[in-house]
Antibody
Framework: EVQLVESGGGLVQPGGSLRLSCAAS????????MNWVRQAPGKGLEWVAYISNSSPTLYYADSVKGRFTISRDNAKNSLYLQMNSLRDEDTAVYYCARHDYGAYGGYWGQGTLVIVSS | EIVLTQSPGTLSLSPGERATLSCRASQSVSSSYLAWYQQKPGRAPRFLIY???SRATGVPDRFSGSGSGTDFTLTISRLEPEDSAVYYC?????????FGQGTKLEIK
């Protein structure tokens, strides 16, 4: 069974850092590109970052460029999001999602909550 | 950067009726790389439609997608109470993989 489990969320002060993890099981992470998507409280979905399965190619939303870094460790079957210089507006549930838009695609984790507040 | 605009913002319909949700892109979405999701409160989004019109595995045939270029539609025929949710479209042809702002569907 394919599963994605995020962890590492919590309360952090503005300007602080946090590292999110996404543990994949039931499939080889190395075969898939991955995304981080976030959702602020009561708001819609916002795509945050993408990493390809090889090379890798990295893309970021303008709102996080230069502050967030997406990475992967295929040996550990894990995806990461390093978040630096955090702002109040980064408060959200962060989801990892497989970049897989086929008949059997669309796998998302359950999300981890990040609260940026003093 | 492509902007996806969904309409209406909120839709209130009765069971058995048909819902028509729109997603309009500010520029053409290549090869109809457009997906639809359903999200219920406190839950992760559920993948419904890919390639603008193909249903993901396990999605009831009451859900159908159509459109190309800049205009896309999600239709839900024969609404059921469990269809109450927020629906999002997303482009996945190239970065940024933008989402629309969502349409809230209420079942009376």
């Amino acid at each position: 069974e394919v599963q994605l489990v995020e962890s590492g969320g919590g309360l952090v002060q503005p300007g602080g850092s946090l590292r999110l993890s996404c543990a994949a099981s039931g499939f080889a992470l190395s075969s898939y590109s991955m995304n981080w998507v976030r959702q602020a409280p009561g708001k819609g979905l916002e795509w945050v970052a993408y990493i390809s399965n090889s090379s890798p190619t990295l893309y970021y939303a303008d709102s996080v460029k230069g502050r967030f870094t997406i990475s992967r460790d295929n040996a550990k079957n894990s995806l990461y999001l390093q978040m630096n210089s955090l702002r109040d507006e980064d408060t959200a549930v962060y989801y990892c999602a497989r970049h897989d838009y086929g008949a059997y695609g669309g796998y998302w984790g359950q999300g981890t909550l990040v609260i940026v507040s003093s | 950067e492509i902007v996806l605009t969904q309409s209406p913002g909120t839709l209130s319909l009765s069971p058995g009726e048909r819902a028509t949700l729109s997603c309009r892109a500010s520029q053409s979405v290549s090869s109809s790389y457009l997906a639809w999701y359903q999200q219920k409160p406190g839950r992760a989004p559920r993948f419904l439609i890919y390639g603008a019109s193909s249903r993901a595995t396990g999605v009831p045939d009451r859900f159908s997608g159509s459109g190309s270029g800049t205009d896309f539609t999600l239709t839900i025929s024969r609404l059921e109470p469990e269809d109450s949710a927020v629906y999002y479209c997303q482009r996945y042809d190239r970065s940024p993989y933008t989402f629309g702002q969502g349409t809230k569907l209420e079942i009376k």
